[in-house]
């Protein structure tokens, strides 16, 4: 498993968008490059907390991105950058995803 972590433990009512995806192994560096480009545009959103993401050797990864509240939430939803990078991942990138949008009721962390 390969994957990135932002260890912080997030209020308790915030929100996590959570994405499970299976890659559909084309374009495999614009892939990378719009990720990467997606992570730096979603940090500079009101309301980010922080973001998780992990992978395994044949294409599956979830990534968890954290919010301040559902309308933050929304509004990274309903970005346009955001908007026009999710197309291009239905048409290239993915084979198939879910997304599930929680409330976080409590959090724990170790060490």
């Known amino acids: 498993m390969s994957g990135k972590a932002d260890s912080r433990i ?4 915030a929100i996590a968008v959570i994405f499970a995806a299976q890659h559909s192994g084309r374009d495999a560096e614009g ?6 480009a997606m992570d730096a545009l979603a940090a ?22 954290y919010w301040a509240d559902d309308a933050s939430a929304k509004a990274w939803r309903d970005n346009p950058e955001h908007r026009a990078a999710r197309e291009a991942g239905r048409d290239r990138w993915y084979d198939h995803y879910t997304l599930h949008v929680a409330r976080i009721e409590r959090g724990y962390a170790w060490p």
């Open 31 to 36: 892939y990378g490059v719009m990720a990467d």
């Open 44 to 65: 500079r959103q009101p309301g980010y907390l922080g973001m998780d993401h992990g992978g395994v050797q044949g294409g599956f990864g979830i990534t968890v991105s």
């Open 10 to 13: 997030h209020a308790n009512g």
